[in-house]
């Protein structure tokens, strides 16, 4: 299989991308050729031929990263409230991607979001059977406070029995 890919970047991201690329051997590609031509439609434009064997998923994922990389899409900073309002093509590359500081900021921020966006009520996906719940703030407490003291319960169990082993084996 060939492919062939087009992105416009300048001398540094250029530079990451050719050392990028170098490393894909792992997966099946082998690279044809990796130059920029003036013919393209911007000036800069790095063309990437490749032959590829095995993984195409895997290197169309990476691909898909080394555009977010380029200088092609826009980089925006990650703000749930404006990201939500941004229409969404999933037919070609993102003209804009969001980017977060970590993951765990962008959850917290995204959380944040979804409790000012209806505070009365919480939503719950259950991933096993692929549903959502939807409960008021009271209802959770309760829950999750019934939830609690079961575990305390198990935990107390737990050492209760610990330390029960813990006696006989000392007088033995």
Excluded: W
Excluded at 107 to 117: E, K, N, P, Q, W
Excluded at 157 to 162: A, D, G, I, Q
């Amino acid at each position: 299989m060939h492919l062939v890919l087009s992105l416009h970047c300048s001398g540094d991201s250029r530079d990451v991308l050719q050392s990028a690329l170098a490393k894909f051997s792992f997966i099946g590609l082998h690279l044809g050729h990796l130059e920029t031509r003036p013919d393209l439609a911007h000036p800069g434009e790095l063309e990437i031929r490749a032959q590829l064997s095995g993984k195409k998923v895997q290197f169309l994922d990476a691909l898909t990263k080394l555009y977010a990389c380029s200088d092609g899409p826009g980089h925006e900073l990650f703000e749930p409230e404006v990201t939500a309002l941004r229409p969404y093509a999933d037919s070609d590359y993102q003209p804009v991607y969001f980017v977060a500081e970590s993951i765990q900021k962008a959850m917290d921020s995204v959380r944040a979001y979804a409790r000012s966006i209806c505070p009365q009520r919480v939503n719950i996906y259950h991933p096993l059977s692929r549903t959502i719940q939807s409960v008021s703030t009271h209802t959770l407490v309760d829950c999750r406070m019934g939830q609690l003291q079961r575990k305390c319960a198990e935990l107390c169990h737990l050492m209760e029995t610990m330390k029960a082993e813990t006696i006989l084996e000392e007088e033995k």
